[in-house]
């Protein structure tokens, strides 16, 4: 069977996966913050999925941030419960590459992590992120309420004008709500603090994101 990547599988096409969930140390390596809820406890915090390409190097743009409590990447938008990353990399599970951010809103505005999700990538590739191709490569945003979504939504209109002025072509960032979001495997966690001079894909336009 041959499988297109740029294209996303029908759901009744993609992989079986499995039910039990991919084992996941509860400890971020960089901060030492839990990266599973509860978060230790921790409350008022919030939380949203961003794609942008290679989650290695997406990662570490968010856990820099101050205000964002912690960071894990993972598997979300796509159909395959509890897919493996190998699984992942063929195509078959509509699952793109995201990073978890869960801050503290009130120390770090939702639109100052919107203009660095923006900044970071080029959100007008399709699913590709540079020289990465692929579904799993897409830019998406993943919202966990209707606020997010709307300021998301809002947030890639004032960003396509000035995408435009630059002579850059459309965005097409997939904006939707949350669904499930998978761990990926240890190995993946906080990968450019373990190995810091590992690949980082992560390249934006060049356009600042006012917002």
Known sequence: MTIDKSVLPNPSDALAGRSEAVPV??????HGRPIK???????????????????????????????VF???VG?????????????????RTGHNEVVLVVYRPAEVEFTDLLATFFESHDPTQGM?????????YRSGIYCFTEQQRV???QAAEKYQAALTDAGHATITTEIKMAGDFYYAENYH????????QGYCGIGGTGVSCAI
Not at 25 to 30: G, I, L, P, R
Not at 37 to 61: I, M, N, T
Not at 128 to 136: I, L, P, S
């Open 189 to 196: 966690q906080q990968y450019l603090a373990k190995n810091p």
């Open 151 to 153: 300021a998301a939504q």
């Open 128 to 136: 590709r992120q540079g020289n990465d191709m692929g579904t799993q």
């Open 75 to 91: 598997y979300a938008g796509g159909f395959t419960p509890n897919p493996s990353y190998e699984e992942v990399c063929t195509g």
């Open 25 to 30: 140390t509860d400890q971020h390596f960089v």
């Open 70 to 72: 912690t960071t894990a």
């Open 37 to 67: 809820p509860p978060y230790g406890g921790e409350q008022g915090l919030q939380q949203v999925l961003f794609g942008l390409g290679c989650f290695w190097g997406a990662e570490r743009k968010f856990w820099q941030i101050p205000g």
